[in-house]
């Protein structure tokens, strides 16, 4: 069922009234800016480009949500971080071990580990948590990149 709707002017602002349900809403213009008035008392105030978006956007909606016009798509995903190729898999006592001495006595650079041992930066970083060498990953990144500055991985 479509809304009612009303177009007045209301001290000298043109304002578009509507009702969903019983409940008035309503989006009030007063040159470049725009005013929305939810049944509740919610005010939602932007530019009027802000509403002239928003407006050709929801024109743009089909009946069904799955489609949506290629304007409105969303920006392609980032692509996933490189995983090792272990990643997901369990640690055996030997990697265990081998994770360990390097994390307490070498200086030997994380990218050297993470091919060793077939497993990303921050599989490391959460093994060594969990073996309770280090409070948390962040701890591990500072100690790590304290011993072995020109590693470069992991600098954020």
């Known amino acids: 069922m479509k809304p009612e709707t009303s177009v007045t002017t209301r001290l000298g602002k043109p304002q578009l009234s509507w009702e969903v ?74 990697e265990d071990a081998r994770v360990l001495a390097w994390f307490t006595s070498e200086t030997t650079p994380i990218a050297a580990i993470m091919g060793e041992l077939g497993r990303n930066e921050g599989g490391i970083e959460s093994r060594l948590v969990r073996l309770k060498a280090a409070p948390d990953r962040e701890a591990v990144r500072r100690a790590y990149l304290r011993r072995t500055a020109s590693d470069g991985i992991g600098i954020k």
Do not use: N
């Not at 929305?36 to 928003?54: H, K, N, Q, T």
């Not at 290629?70 to 030997?94: D, I, N, V």
């Open 21 to 94: 349900d019983g409940r008035l809403h309503s989006l009030t213009f007063d040159g470049a800016h725009g005013t929305y008035c939810s049944p509740d008392g919610e005010v939602i105030e932007m530019p009027r480009e802000g509403w002239l978006a928003l407006v050709e956007a929801a024109a743009r909606l089909t009946d069904e949500p799955t489609k949506i016009s290629p304007p409105l798509r969303a920006t392609p995903a980032k692509p996933p971080k490189p995983r090792g190729p272990r990643s997901g898999q369990g640690w055996s006592p030997e």
